[in-house]
């Protein structure tokens, strides 16, 4: 096909820019042109003003009967999804607990924990990819069958925090949703400022705006102790040198929420849980990847402190942090704001919740070979500054005192239930799989 010239407007913009070809019209001309310019753009703005009052007057109203698009999730809203929210909330004990990072490893115990007992609980979680999201829709269906809904959502989408609090009247909020882990910080700061900090005031805000204002309890973390050598660790130990950038973000998270006590009257308890484990646990912490690498007769890497010193923590059975977090949860006294103002003075605690018994990695590693029936391959290496400490040790009398909590479960005990729940899940046979699903 032969290519036409076709003359346009274009031909008669100045072939070099920055080129100017004066107009060489008469005067009579130029005027004509200009006024014709003006009627023109005088109807074109016409024009545009009625096209902004169409759609401002006709437009379809923001209601709930339209989904929206979640910040890094599932599109929310309309009519069904209200009903799926209102239906997993509803209540036979008068609590209604908003859980956030449900889909997560705690988050899915102590929500189905809190359903059983009659709480109506709904569930938050962006089902992130930190580590693989298909163990988190697992959990996901768990929570499903038990009754509990979980939006796919950030906790940094106030829109979605506004609309769920419009929807459900919250007395509590269990705040689980964070970016864990020591040695991921080094790969992702931004992460953990996202969702700790970040996400934290923006569910704070939240909360402070609702009515009525929830009682807010929260996981803050044992890593906020750091470098701390006194030892068993109490909540009155100093907590002002972290040893990574995930123990800042929840040390920020503590005093985050002293000031949202302090200002709005918020109710407010931070947990700080000591190593947690168990089945439907994390694949990021070394007892699951252990598991993982001794069965498929992988090395494992065992760090020793730099005197050649043991690695110890003070590992906690997922079913005793359950009740830390149940007895928190009945404990908590109402908020005091409303209006986003403070009426008089609010709760505001913190407590250790571990299990008092510190055991070295290296047993760790013995109980799983026990279990497993495998030799592990081991490599001791001097342990790296990647943000890990020595070691942890938790001092539980304040939460005894306040709330009767007392964990029953040892390491072998609890490693056993994880290992027996591992080997389900990761078998194959839908047979076993079904049954790691039924043992919760
Ligand atoms: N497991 C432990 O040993 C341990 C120890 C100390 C503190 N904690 C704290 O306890 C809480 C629960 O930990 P876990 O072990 O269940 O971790 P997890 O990673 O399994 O659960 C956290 C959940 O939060 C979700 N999430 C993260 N950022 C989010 C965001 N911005 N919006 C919505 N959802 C988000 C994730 O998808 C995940 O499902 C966390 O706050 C963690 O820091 C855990």
């Keep these: 096909m032969s290519q036409q010239k076709t003359v346009s407007h274009i031909d008669n913009l100045p072939s070099t820019p920055g080129k100017f070809k004066p107009d060489k019209s008469p005067p009579y001309i130029h005027r004509l042109r200009v006024h014709s310019a003006i009627s023109r753009l005088t109807l ?55 859980v956030t990072g449900a889909a997560g490893f705690v988050g899915t115990h102590v929500s189905i924990a809190l359903k059983r007992r009659g709480d109506g609980i709904l569930g938050l979680d962006n089902f992130n990819d930190y580590y693989d999201p298909q163990l988190k829709r697992a959990r996901r269906k768990l929570l499903d069958r038990a009754g509990v ?13 506004r609309k769920l609090f419009d929807v459900v009247a919250f007395t509590h909020v269990m705040h689980l949703a964070a970016q864990a882990g020591v040695r991921y910080a080094m790969q992702n700061p931004g992460s953990y400022v996202h969702s700790n900090i970040a996400g934290f005031v923006s569910l704070l805000e939240a909360c402070k705006s609702a009515t009525p204002q929830p009682a807010i309890v929260w996981a803050s973390s044992s890593s906020v102790y ?141 109980i799983l070979e026990k279990l497993l029936k495998v030799k592990a391959k081991k490599k001791v290496l001097p342990m790296p500054r990647n943000g890990d400490v020595k070691f942890t040790h938790a001092n539980i009398s304040l939460a005894h005192k306040e709330f009767g909590y007392r964990p029953t479960t ?3 005990t609890g490693l056993k239930k994880f290992v027996s729940w591992y080997q389900d899940y990761y078998s194959g046979s839908k047979k076993r799989v079904a049954r790691a699903f039924s043992n919760i």
């Design 44 to 98: 074109w703005s016409s024009l545009f003003l009625i096209f902004i009052i169409c759609f401002f007057f006709f437009s379809p109203p923001s209601s709930s009967a339209s989904p929206r698009r979640a910040l890094g999730g599932d599109s929310w809203g309309g009519h069904n999804w209200e009903k799926k929210v209102s239906r997993s909330a509803q209540t036979r004990s008068g609590l209604t607990v908003l």
């Design 149 to 161: 809904f979980v939006v796919e959502g950030d906790i940094n989408d106030s829109e979605l925090l």
């Design 226 to 366: 750091g470098l701390n050598s006194k030892i068993p660790f109490s909540e009155k130990d100093r907590t002002d040198q972290p040893a990574s950038l995930y123990a800042a973000t929840k040390k920020a998270g503590e005093e985050i929420a002293h000031t949202y006590n302090h200002i709005y009257g918020l109710s407010i308890t931070g947990l700080r849980f000591f190593t947690v484990y168990g089945p439907w646990g994390r694949p990021d912490m070394a007892y699951f990847f252990f598991t993982k690498d001794i069965l498929k007769r992988r090395a494992i890497t065992i760090y020793e402190a730099p005197d050649h010193g043991t690695i110890a923590r003070d590992f906690t059975y997922i079913d005793d942090i359950v009740k830390g977090c149940l007895g928190a949860l009945d404990t908590a006294k109402k908020s005091t704001g409303s209006g986003g103002k403070k009426k008089r003075a609010a709760q505001l605690r913190i407590f250790n919740l571990g299990n008092t018994s510190p055991v070295p990695v290296s047993e760790l590693v013995s």
């Design 410 to 412: 040892n390491l072998d």
